[in-house]
Nanobody, 115 residues
Framework: QVQLVESGGGLVQPGGSLRLSCAGS????????MNWYRQAPGKERELVAR???????DCADSVKGRFTISRDNAKSMVYLQMNSLNPEDTAVYYC?????????WGQGTQVTVSS
């Protein structure tokens, strides 16, 4: 059974940093692309960052230079380091796996950027 469990969200002031973690289980982690999405109130869910099994990655233009995605295949973990946060980054952040034609999602972790 595939499980994705996010952690690390919280309240942070503008300009601050947070590191999100996602623990994957129930699948062969090291062969899959892993994604971070976010959904702000009243907006559609959007892809934030994607990382390939060899740790090549890409980020959305809105977060490039501020966010970094990484993974530890030995621990079945994927991370999202978020720096220079601003209020527009406020959203629920989700870890995502697309496997065998299905999307799998974690429960999400709330990130709120506010003074």
């Amino acid at each position: 059974q595939v499980q994705l469990v996010e952690s690390g969200g919280g309240l942070v002031q503008p300009g601050g940093s947070l590191r999100l973690s996602c623990a994957g289980s129930g699948f062969l982690f090291n062969i899959y692309v892993m994604n971070w999405y976010r959904q702000a109130p009243g907006k559609e869910r959007e892809l934030v960052a994607r990382i390939w099994p060899d740790s090549n990655f890409d980020c959305a233009d809105s977060v490039k230079g501020r966010f970094t995605i990484s993974r530890d295949n030995a621990k079945s973990m994927v991370y999202l380091q978020m720096n220079s946060l601003n209020p527009e980054d406020t959203a629920v952040y989700y870890c995502n796996l697309f496997r065998r034609g299905s999307d799998y999602w974690g429960q999400g972790t709330q990130v709120t950027v506010s003074s």
